[in-house]
């Protein structure tokens, strides 16, 4: 009973730590190509603040995996 419980946490760990992530992920990317559009020149800004937020957002997935494989140590 416990391990399943433990298998359940950790499956929710990677399914919030996936989801949340790459909403705003995609958020993100939407909005930078719209801004790149709307101001072409400011394309290079842009994209280093956009690849800046990608990447903390890809941390906070890499946190969540890290979090289920603990919690998949522990069956």
Do not use: C, D, H, W
């Not at 391990?3 to 992920?25: E, S």
């Not at 394309?43 to 903390?56: D, H, K, P, V």
């Amino acid at each position: 009973m416990t391990a399943g419980i433990i298998a359940l946490g950790a499956a929710l760990a990677v399914a919030v730590a996936t989801i949340g992530p790459g909403l705003g992920q995609g958020n993100a990317a939407g909005k930078a190509m719209e801004s790149i559009a709307r101001q072409p020149e400011a394309a290079g800004e842009i994209r280093t603040a956009l690849i800046l937020s990608l990447a903390f957002m890809e941390a906070l997935t890499i946190y969540g995996l890290l979090i289920a494989f603990l919690l998949y140590g522990k069956i």
